[in-house]
């Protein structure tokens, strides 16, 4: 089995474009934002690149984190947009796109059977189910394996490291770029979280009446939000981590209601890919008492959002000096 954690180290060794640079440990409010995104990105990637053996092996929870990985690394870089909007971002985000469809299908397989069988016993029916669920999701693991032991997904991660660190949006020398990258992380999360969260409870406040693709992306919001605040959980102390905590808990409640109703939608997309093996396999996925219940924890936990009002009134670093 290829290893590319230690073939790409090797590489960024050798390789000016992709060698890595010293950086802080952790983030600080007085930072740059150039270096707080390097710093951000880094974990991410990293990450992706901890989980590959395993979700190549077919470990469920190491798929589950390079997913988790892949869209926090994708978050970061919507967080420090504009900034990154360079010529090479739309290739970068495209091939990331292209990993995040590869990985989520079996995701979506592997949620689906963990459903069937949680709510089935053990008659011959289902057993016969499964097994058609059990095959689409082997032949869809297989087609992963390939995916990240093939050029392009070597290529992806060469290219996403070479980008993150030494892109053409670390080096523009317009005066907006500048101010941009010499920008306080402070100052700039300030501003880009209460912006995604005054979208965020616009959005929520419709959530009843919202469509499954519609819901579908005010999940991926929710997400957004919450991924980009444990990233910089570095800046939280004393009262801000109080309440960074208990905002987190609130997205991720909703996020959670959120993800299982997509769960099922996403079931139901499958079930019917199995109709002519498996007729019934669609019904496991619609339970209108569920649907109403997740609505309304996800409901609730907006609504206490918006009590809270997180970002509109608290500073993270209401002494923060941006750095030499």
Request: glycine letters at 4%; one cysteine or more; proline letters at 3%.
């Amino acid at each position: 089995m290829s290893r590319p954690t230690t073939r790409l180290t090797a590489a960024a060794g050798t390789n000016p474009a992709v060698r890595r640079n010293a950086l802080p440990g952790r983030l600080s409010p007085g930072m740059h934002c150039d270096t707080a995104f390097r710093i951000i990105a880094r974990r991410h990637l990293d990450a992706v690149l901890a989980q590959h053996d395993g979700t190549c092996r077919g470990d469920y929870e190491a798929l589950h984190q390079i997913r988790i990985a892949l869209t926090q690394l994708r978050a970061a870089i919507r967080f420090f947009s504009p900034m990154v909007d360079d010529g090479r971002r739309p290739e970068v985000w495209a091939e990331l796109k292209w990993l995040n469809s590869q990985l989520g299908l079996v995701r979506d397989l592997d949620v689906a059977i963990e459903r069937v069988v949680a709510e089935s016993g053990d008659e011959l029916a289902v057993i016969a189910e499964l097994q058609h669920w059990d095959e689409k999701r082997a032949e869809s693991h297989r087609l992963l394996a390939r995916a990240l032991q093939s050029s392009r997904y070597r290529r992806l991660i060469e290219q996403t490291s070479a980008w993150i660190e030494s892109g053409p949006w670390s080096t523009r020398r317009s005066k907006d770029a500048i101010r941009l990258r010499r920008c306080s992380l402070a100052d700039h999360a300030t501003a880009q979280l209460a912006a995604w969260e005054t979208k965020l409870l616009k959005r929520a406040r419709k959530l009843r009446k919202l469509d499954v693709e519609k819901r579908h992306k005010l999940r991926l919001l929710n997400k957004r939000l919450t991924y980009s605040i444990e990233s910089l959980e570095d800046l939280f102390v004393g009262d801000s981590l109080l309440k960074q905590k208990s905002i987190l808990k609130q997205l991720r409640k909703a996020q959670k209601s959120l993800g299982q109703l997509n769960d099922d939608a996403r079931g139901q997309v499958l079930a019917a890919s199995l109709n002519k093996t498996a007729p019934e396999a669609g019904i496991r996925f619609i339970d209108r008492t569920r649907q109403k219940k997740l609505l309304r924890t996800a409901s609730e936990a907006y609504r206490k959002l918006d009590k809270a009002k997180p970002f509109r009134s608290t500073d993270l670093a209401p002494d923060a000096e941006p750095e030499d």
